[in-house]
C-alpha cells in the first residue's frame, strides 16, 4: 500500500517525419486464479524533421518500373543546420522479389547478402565530416529481374522497397541520445504486362463453332472462320479492359459467340468487335487460365485477293 515503481525504457524510433509512434502501458491483476485488468494509458510521440535530410529517388522515374530495366538510384543527404556533423554513415536496405541484386554496382560496400549498402568516410572521404549546410549525394544501379517471378496466386502486384538512413555520432545541443538520424523510404511498383493473342480457325469443332464454306477458301465464296482472342496478363491486377478489332471490307459478323469472361459484342455501323472485361486479374495465362473470347466472322475474298 502507497509503493510505485518508474520502469525507464530507452530505444530509437525512425521513421518518416510527421509520423507517429503510440505506446501503450497496461497493468493486470490476479486474483482466484484470474487475470484483470487494473488499468491502462497510451502516450504518443511525433518525429520531428532530423537535421541530416535524406531524399531517395530514381533518375527518370514515372512510377513503375519495368522487366529487364536498369534503374539508377540516387540518395540526395543534406545537413541543414549550422553544425558539423562527424563519421557518417549512409545505408540502403533493399527488398524486393524482382531485384536482380547480382547486378547491382555501386561506390558502396555492399553486404554479405547483397541486399544492403554501406558508404562510409572509407568508400566516401566527404563523408567524415558533412559542413553545415552542405548537400551530397550516394548512388547505385540495379536491374530489374528479366521475367516475372511467378509461382503461386499470391505472385502479383510487385513493389521494390528502399530503406535509406543516415547516422552520424555528432548530436545538436541538447539532443536527446546518442546519435543523429535521418531515414528515406521509396517504394516503386513493377508494371505487368498484358497481352493477347489473335488465332483464326477454320476446323473449330472443339469450340463448339461449326464453320462452313470452301477452304482453301475461293473468289467471290464465303468461309466462316472462328476468331479466338487469348487475353493472358502477369504481375498486376488489371481493371477495365477492352479488346477491339474493325472487320474489313468483305467480312461479316455471324454472331455466333463464347466468352466465358467479360462481355463480347458487335456494333454494325462501324463494324467493330469489341471484348469487355470488368477485371483481369494477376497470372491470367500463368497460375490461372487465360482468358479467351471466340466469335465467328464470314469472309467472302474478292478477285484482287486471288493469286
Request: charged share 20%.
Amino acid at each position: 500500500k502507497g509503493s510505485e515503481m518508474l520502469f525507464k525504457i530507452k530505444g530509437n524510433l525512425v521513421g518518416d517525419t510527421g509520423s507517429s509512434a503510440e505506446f501503450k502501458a497496461r497493468l493486470e491483476a490476479g486474483f482466484d486464479g484470474a487475470q484483470y485488468r487494473v488499468a491502462e494509458k497510451s502516450a504518443t510521440t511525433q518525429l520531428v524533421q532530423s537535421p541530416l535530410l535524406l531524399d531517395a529517388m530514381i533518375d527518370g522515374e514515372s512510377g513503375i518500373a519495368n522487366i529487364d530495366e536498369e534503374l539508377h538510384y540516387r540518395i540526395a543527404y543534406e545537413n541543414t543546420t549550422d553544425q558539423g556533423f562527424r563519421d557518417a554513415v549512409i545505408s540502403a536496405e533493399l527488398k524486393g522479389e524482382m531485384f536482380d541484386f547480382g547486378t547491382l554496382q555501386t561506390t558502396g560496400t555492399i553486404g554479405p547478402k547483397g541486399t544492403t549498402i554501406t558508404w562510409n568516410r572509407v568508400t566516401n572521404p566527404e563523408l567524415a565530416v558533412i559542413s553545415p549546410k552542405a548537400e551530397g549525394i550516394v548512388d547505385f544501379k540495379i536491374r530489374t529481374k528479366k521475367t516475372y517471378v511467378i509461382r503461386r496466386l499470391s505472385d502479383r502486384n510487385f513493389l521494390l522497397k528502399a530503406d535509406v538512413r543516415i547516422d552520424s555520432p555528432t548530436v545538436m545541443k541538447d539532443a536527446p541520445g546518442n546519435t543523429t538520424t535521418g531515414f528515406a523510404r521509396l517504394g516503386t511498383k513493377v508494371g505487368g504486362a498484358i497481352a493477347v493473342d489473335a488465332r483464326a480457325l477454320f476446323r473449330d469443332a472443339s469450340s463448339g463453332i461449326i464453320n462452313r464454306g470452301p477452304f482453301p477458301p475461293k473468289v467471290s465464296i464465303a468461309t466462316q472462320y472462328a476468331i479466338h482472342w487469348i487475353v493472358t496478363n502477369a504481375a498486376t491486377d488489371v481493371s477495365d479492359v477492352n479488346v477491339t478489332a474493325v472487320l474489313p471490307g468483305g467480312v461479316v459478323f455471324t454472331g455466333a459467340t463464347k466468352a466465358e469472361q467479360g462481355n463480347l459484342t458487335y456494333m454494325p455501323n462501324t463494324q467493330t468487335v469489341t471484348w469487355h472485361i470488368d477485371r483481369v486479374p494477376a497470372g491470367v495465362g500463368a497460375v490461372r487460365e487465360a482468358f479467351e473470347a471466340i466469335f465467328q466472322i464470314e469472309a467472302t475474298p474478292n478477285p484482287a485477293m486471288a493469286r
